[in-house]
């Protein structure tokens, strides 16, 4: 969105619900100068900003995916916090799953049975086309 069709936005919800911009900055949270600076496209939002402003109006910002016809929102994605041996977050264009329980599906079980380390209980296709294969297998799950 443009910062005037922000503004606009922001403009909309304290007519809806009837609001100065002191009584919505209140209710959301925030100064009533960051509403009067937004509202006259001084300074564009920060996201967290703009949520606040919308719950108080009970909207809510949904991302679209453009290439789909009709736009579909996309909806968060959750990662459930899995985290490798290293305490690192999973890359997240990687597809985290299960490794079974004889190390099935891991690419480094190998690894395991040169150096006597445990499997970890998570793994994901290093490999592209894998996790294209595996993907369309499990279209409704992605």
């Known amino acids: 969105m443009t910062p005037t069709e922000l503004a ?3 403009r909309r919800v304290r007519r809806t619900l009837d609001m100065s911009q002191r009584q919505l900055a209140t209710a959301a949270g925030i100064g009533q100068s960051t509403v009067a600076s937004i509202e006259c496209c001084a300074q564009s939002p920060r996201v967290d900003t ?3 402003i919308l ?3 009970r909207c809510q910002l949904v991302i679209v995916d453009t290439n789909h016809d009709p736009a579909e929102p996309i909806w968060p994605w959750n990662s459930l916090g899995l985290r490798d041996r290293g305490w690192r977050l999973y890359p997240a264009h990687l597809d985290v799953r299960e490794v079974g329980p004889s190390g099935e599906g891991w690419w480094g079980t190998y690894r ?3 150096h006597g380390r445990e499997r970890p209980a998570h793994t994901f296709d ?3 086309e894998t996790r294209n294969a595996r993907r369309r297998m499990y279209e409704d799950d992605y």
């Open 8 to 10: 606009d936005a922001v």
């Open 50 to 52: 703009l949520a606040a």
């Open 55 to 57: 719950r108080v109006g």
């Open 112 to 114: 395991v049975l040169d």
């Open 126 to 128: 290093k490999d592209r």
